[in-house]
């Protein structure tokens, strides 16, 4: 039996008590509808509503994982280019011509339909 439901990670579990999750009225429920309440997680099964007695899992598969991995590392390049940018005048000055030529690059792309 489900008893709780919490954040792991980059997931974040977040409920409402006692409420179903579509804001429907439990009575006129819908075919698979989920609501956790009171500590137990329950779906609609067409006839009233039936305890889910097994253990779940939400995990994110490893393509979104590889993507989260590889935003975590540029961010940090980021960060530390922002850092060397703000000490070093030359990192900065640099930094603005290779966006500037960066920008030219994708306009003339745009232009000739190759982007």
Known sequence: MITSAGSIG??????????????????NAFIGQMR???GKCEVYNGQGWQQISSHI??????EV???????RQKKSEDDKLKIL???YPAVKDLKEKLDMVL????????ADGTS
Not at 65 to 71: G, R, V
Not at 103 to 110: I, P
């Open 36 to 38: 956790f309440i009171s």
């Open 57 to 62: 899992d939400v995990t994110l598969n490893s």
């Open 10 to 27: 980059s997931i974040q579990v977040v409920s409402n008590s006692s409420s179903p999750w579509l804001a429907l009225n439990s009575a």
């Open 65 to 71: 994982e590889d993507i989260i991995k590889w935003a």
């Open 85 to 87: 940018a703000s000490k």
């Open 103 to 110: 920008a030219l690059v994708q306009e003339e792309k745009k």
